[in-house]
């Protein structure tokens, strides 16, 4: 069955730090790749998306990589600041074999980050 | 701009009544995707729709849930006869995509959420 793994359910680090998030999957084949933050009691909120035929994608001080060969994707947050405390969700989408319309998500990972 | 938007925020039922979830996408989005969120769980597939249309429901219980979106007016999700493990967060999602494009990345924008408790 198709599987997400977030690497690790909380990540604490530190002010300036970079925050590297993992996200693993199997037995599917996204046509994409998204990363989304949730804050309590929100709603997730887009932040970045990557396609299978895209290495990098950059956005201010995130970075997303895609590798289709490791099933994997990584998420970066250069010199984080505590606002960026939250928890982070991979979702994935356009399965070729399944359903166009609707996105996987991983359980999250919960980010904190220490003054 | 108005966002999603979702009504009620919080929703109080008693085991066997009935609940409904409203969701009005965003301006110009006729795509409306239904998740669940179970508390220490990850969102959850539900329901796809367009207007009038359901396009996935593999992620939808067999019993007791359905869902609509109406050429006019708020999707609904409709929960009857409510049991406690329906307890959870509710979140719509909406997007402008369009079908035709078949790797068409779907970027999908997230109401608030409606919590129900059952009690």
């Known amino acids: 069955s198709q599987k997400i793994e977030q690497n690790s359910e909380a990540l604490n680090i530190q002010e300036g730090k970079t925050a590297t998030l993992t996200c693993n999957y199997t037995n599917y084949s996204p046509a994409y790749l998204q990363w989304y933050r949730q804050d309590p009691g929100r709603g997730p909120v887009f932040l970045l998306l990557?396609?299978?035929?895209?290495k990098e994608k950059r956005k201010e001080r995130l970075k997303v990589t895609f590798d289709t060969t490791l099933k994997q994707s990584l998420f970066h947050i250069t010199a984080s600041q505590p606002a960026d405390s939250a928890t982070y969700l991979c979702a994935l989408g356009g399965d070729y074999g399944g359903s166009q319309g609707n996105l996987i998500f991983g359980k999250g990972t919960k980010l904190s980050v220490k003054p | 701009n108005a966002g999603v938007m979702q009504n009620p925020r919080h929703l109080v039922r008693r085991r066997g009544q009935e609940a409904r979830l409203r969701c009005s996408p965003m301006?110009?989005?006729?795509?409306v995707y239904w998740y669940r969120q179970l508390p220490e769980e990850g969102l959850k597939f539900m329901v796809y729709?367009?207007?009038?249309?359901?396009?996935?429901e593999s992620g939808m219980p067999k019993e007791r849930f359905s869902a609509e979106f109406p050429k006019e007016g708020p999707s609904i999700l409709r929960i009857q006869q409510v049991v406690r493990g329906d307890s959870a967060a509710y979140f719509c999602?909406?997007?402008?995509?369009?079908?035709?494009?078949?790797?068409?990345?779907?970027?999908?924008?997230f109401g608030p959420g409606t919590r129900l408790t059952v009690l």
């Open positions: 301006k110009g989005h006729s795509h």
């Open positions: 990557i396609r299978e035929n895209e």
């Open positions: 729709l367009q207007k009038e249309n359901i396009i996935d």
């Open positions: 999602a909406s997007s402008p995509r369009e079908t035709s494009s078949y790797f068409a990345a779907d970027t999908q924008y």
